[in-house]
């Protein structure tokens, strides 16, 4: 179920006694946890509605709880957070009581209550018979990190809402800058609203100079002017990196790794592999392959391949010391640019 279907449900008051809210997406998590509060009158929370951190609480006492009946309300809703005994983590698990009393539950829950499990992961551990009841039982909302599509559209649905205007120029940076995280993207939307405030149109300049880049973004901007041969805005951006505290070896490892990327994606996209097929392949996030492939559109595999050599023997150098860090980015640049 989507977020979308669970809104509908819910405000048709068609309430299911058990839910799995099962995904990493902090945005989409947030929005289900809204939904479900909702369910109670704000006054009735402080009787009937009830949080656990099953990293910390203990599962007996919240299940003591899902099974009372509501105090002066139709409903109980109650939260299990951190259910790491559903998934694949080491973890300490509960009790073997604990768990008979949780299957118990699961196969027959109360009207009263609307029980909502929390599994910030991307999937539960199928081996084990209390997770594949879990899913059997629950109306499972699906919260994954959205792809690059549903980015870009349920980006545009939120600043319809807002009614700001994003130019198409700075979507681009926002989404790269963001790392193609909705949830990152949506914590930097605050700050530029507040600098749209006045004609509520975020350009490409706000984005620029509120939401900072990441090393992977600045990574990102140093294998262009690479590739461009552009030696003196390359050695700057360098230089940058090194002020800003950041390691030279794991700067060229970045470096390695993005030019890894592009040769991979290089060598693929000649054989006639979709985006889709790189993501699954290289097990890559699908917004990294969009950029890549854009980028090798723009080369040939000779220079990639070089410029990857390069990388790999300044790395080599790097790791046994024999010759100032530095130094061995610019005879790189210079050998590669000439």
């Known amino acids: 179920m989507k977020m979308n279907d669970l809104k509908k449900q819910l405000a048709q008051q068609k309430i299911a006694p058990i839910y799995l809210v099962l995904g990493e997406e902090d945005y989409l998590i947030q929005q289900a946890q809204t939904l479900f509060l909702n369910l109670l009158a704000p006054e009735e929370r402080d009787m009937n509605f009830a949080s656990y951190d099953l990293s910390a609480d203990s599962l ?32 300490k698990a509960p009790t073997n009581q604990e768990l008979a009393s949780l299957t118990a539950y699961l196969n027959h829950p109360l009207d009263t209550t609307v029980l909502v ?27 994954q990190k959205l792809a690059p599509a549903a980015i870009e559209a349920t980006l545009t649905q939120l600043l319809q809402a807002k009614d700001y205007q994003l130019a198409p120029d700075s979507k681009e940076l926002l989404i790269q800058r963001s790392d193609a995280d909705f949830s990152a993207i949506v914590a930097n939307l605050e700050k530029l609203f507040i600098a749209a405030a006045d ?18 973004d600045n990574v990102f901007d140093l294998v262009d002017r690479v590739l461009h041969r552009d030696v003196q805005s390359a050695l700057a951006l360098y230089q940058d990196l090194l002020l800003n505290k950041e390691e ?13 990327l592009l040769l991979q994606v290089k060598i693929l996209a000649k054989k006639g592999m979709t ?7 290289l097990k890559v996030h699908p917004y990294r392959i969009k950029l890549a492939l854009k980028t090798v559109k723009q080369f040939s595999q ?13 790395d080599y150098q790097m790791k046994s010391g024999q010759q100032d860090k530095m130094l061995l980015f610019e005879l790189f640049m210079l050998k590669f640019a000439s």
């Open 60 to 91: 007996g006492s919240a299940l003591d709880d899902a099974t009372s009946v509501p105090f002066f309300g139709e409903r109980r809703l109650v939260w299990l957070k951190e259910p790491a005994f559903l998934t694949a983590q080491d973890t």
């Open 275 to 281: 985006q889709g097929n790189l993501t699954q392949i």
């Open 117 to 143: 499990i929390f599994a910030k992961v991307s999937k539960l551990d199928g081996r084990k018979k209390i997770s594949k009841l879990v899913q059997k039982q629950a109306t499972v909302v699906d919260v």
């Open 199 to 216: 004609d509520k149109v975020i350009t490409r300049q706000m984005v620029a100079e509120l939401v900072s880049p990441t090393l992977e």
């Open 302 to 314: 000779v220079d990639l391949r070089q410029a990857y050599l390069g990388l790999q023997d300044n």
């Open 248 to 260: 030279p070896i794991r700067i060229n490892s970045i470096l390695i790794s993005q030019f890894r």
